[in-house]
């Protein structure tokens, strides 16, 4: 089954990620409290999401232990191909999504990571942006399913 692991905000840019337990989102706009939220949203800002297994891979790999949150994606998934959702709308929990585009990693979560292999090892793993479609909550252990 695919769902929500973990959820994350911050409300101004370059702050750590504080983990909660549920998120409200308003359609195209993003999520209230957090630093991408505004009245008219582009997109690609909206939300993002990554996978949990691939951090697990890279915490392996690395004999790491870094936490989901603090790659700095809103949304942490279990069981789901989100490269696979581009394009494509689908639901998390009652909240409809659209995969806007895949997620690069960046120089600047690298730097806060303090590991420079961060970039190509998340190369088309990095997570994925949505366009927010409807507007409610969404809660630790919602479900994820494409919308037919």
């Known amino acids: 089954m695919s769902k929500v692991l973990k959820l994350g905000i911050t409300e101004n840019s370059n702050q750590k990620i504080k983990e909660v337990k549920t998120i409200d989102v308003l359609a195209n706009k993003g999520i209230i409290g957090d630093r991408h939220f505004h009245n008219y949203n582009d997109p690609y800002n909206q939300i993002s999401l990554i996978e949990s ?50 997620c690069r990693p960046c120089k600047h979560l690298s730097e806060n990571l303090n590991q420079n292999n961060i970039i190509k090892e998340f190369l088309r793993k990095g997570g994925l942006r949505c366009q927010i479609l409807s507007s409610a909550k969404i809660n630790i252990g919602d479900q994820i399913q494409l919308i037919d």
């Open 53 to 102: 297994e691939s951090i697990d891979n890279y915490n392996i790999k690395f004999g790491l232990n870094i936490s989901y949150i603090d790659f700095r994606r809103n949304i942490i998934t279990k069981g789901v191909r989100l490269n696979d959702l581009v394009g494509k709308k689908f639901k998390v929990g009652t909240v409809e999504l659209e995969g806007i585009d895949l």
